[in-house]
């Protein structure tokens, strides 16, 4: 950062207000060094799927932006917008009549509302004596470890097969009177990878477990995919094991950030999730989720943004999306790389046999590109948006210098994938 675009920090209120014109300038100013996104350089973090739907977005967001989800009653506007989210989520990921959810601030939020609303049907239906358990993939993602932290639950993780799908023998028999859920990924985040949710499906029926299929960041865009003809496999509700399932608007729905659906099989199982406390002389409060306060924006943005793109609108989009993911296996394999698995949707990890690809990572970095790693096996990571279908020439070029730097001799590496 140079002295003369480094931002004025203060740590302490001004005495009085500045003009919006010059907060707005420094503003603009403080994203100078942020990672360059708009450009496509960005493959983590952030979905561009273009100005057509970031305008959408923008202004969805801020016509209900001051209302407040937290009070249907008076914004039935609000209210009418998450039950027909909630109804394209579910038609989309073949729940049926019977099965509802709710608008999240995120995967994060969706996951623990659905290991909390697991844990209170256990221990409503099943005689829980010791400690709670989740058995999960060692893939399955971090969320998982969060809610468990706060909820005082073990987590049983299970090594995935060397094809990194989860290991559902395994798992099987991990499962005891304790287990509270049974975790697969459609797809996990690592490698992109859908679990073989049927099969856990079977367990979880057999065995009499609630199963959580994580499709945070699968669920809008696998239905999509299918219907474009790829061969996925069935994850969703149409496997009748399924119990929950997580499903991210701000991720592949293209959705304003702070948006995310938790789905239940049925309106029995949803209402372990519901909060009703009336022992407080502000009166009675009852809410679906986590959430208070919940930001009208985010609600009104998803609306209008898969109203605004539809089926034929998502198909095109994610079209661009698994075009950009063929076209940079082909390009990285010519290159020396091993794609992780098949992956189906839009993220794409591929290791090196001779490489060391923290290195390759780094000089990608210092080429201004942002995207990720994987540590287990080491690997490059890329969650690709429609917009990197215009820049796959530009990637694969920089990659092809990146390798040649690192085949030169040059050492200069990451230490670790890291995400804070
Ligand atoms: C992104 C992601 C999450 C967490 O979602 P946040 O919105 O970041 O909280 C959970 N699971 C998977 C598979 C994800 O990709």
């Not at 480094?6 to 060094?33: C, Y």
């Not at 005891?176 to 690592?190: C, K, R, Y």
């Not at 608007?249 to 209402?271: D, E, I, M, P, W």
Request: overall charge negative; hydrophobic content about 40%.
């Amino acid at each position: 950062m140079t002295e003369e675009n480094k931002p004025t920090t203060t740590n302490v209120m001004p005495a009085e207000g500045s003009d919006w014109p010059k907060l707005k300038t420094e503003m603009l100013s403080r994203g100078q060094n942020d990672a360059k996104w708009r450009e496509g350089k960005t493959a983590v973090y952030v979905f561009n799927a273009g100005e057509d739907v970031a305008q959408v977005q923008k202004e969805a967001y801020t016509m209900y932006m001051s209302e407040n989800g937290l009070g249907p009653a008076a914004f039935p506007s609000l209210k009418e917008m998450e039950d027909e989210v909630i109804a394209m989520a579910l038609s989309l990921l073949h729940g049926s009549t019977d099965a509802g959810g709710s608008i999240t601030s995120g995967g994060t939020d969706s996951i623990t509302m659905a290991v909390k609303t697991a844990r209170d049907y256990a221990r409503s239906e099943k005689n829980l004596t010791g400690k709670a358990n989740i058995v999960l993939p060692y893939s399955a993602h971090p969320a998982f470890d969060k809610a468990a932290m706060m909820m005082d639950l073990e987590l049983r993780k299970i090594a995935v097969k060397s094809d990194l799908s989860a290991d559902v023998v395994a798992m099987s028999d991990a499962i005891d009177n304790n287990t509270i859920m049974l975790v697969g990924s459609a797809p996990n985040f690592p490698y992109g990878l859908i679990d073989p949710i049927s099969e856990l499906g079977k367990v979880a029926e057999e065995k009499e477990v609630w199963l959580h299929v994580d499709a945070c960041v699968g669920g809008y865009i696998a239905p999509f995919v299918r219907m474009n003809g790829a061969d996925i496999p069935d994850f969703d509700f149409s496997v009748p094991g399924v119990s929950s399932m997580s499903a991210d608007l701000h991720k592949y729905g293209y959705c304003a950030k702070g948006a995310s659906t938790v789905l239940f099989r049925n309106k029995v199982l949803k209402q372990y999730m519901v909060f009703d406390c009336d022992d407080w002389p502000g009166g009675r409060m009852v809410t679906p989720t986590l959430a208070g306060t919940r930001p009208g924006g985010a609600i009104s943005a998803a609306w209008a943004v898969m109203n605004f793109l539809g089926i034929k609108g998502y198909r095109e989009k994610h079209k661009l999306v698994t075009d950009a993911r063929e076209t940079i296996e082909a390009g990285v394999k010519a290159l020396g790389f091993n794609i992780l698995g098949e992956p189906q949707l839009g993220i794409v990890a591929f290791s090196h046999d001779s490489l060391n690809v923290f290195a390759i990572y780094k000089q990608m970095f210092k080429r201004g590109w942002f995207t990720s790693l994987t540590s287990e096996p080491k690997a490059l990571h890329l969650m690709l948006s429609p917009f990197h279908a215009s820049v796959t020439d530009i990637y694969l070029s920089d990659l092809k210098s990146s390798v040649e730097q690192v085949k030169s001799g040059d050492t200069d590496a990451v230490t670790e994938s890291r995400y804070s």
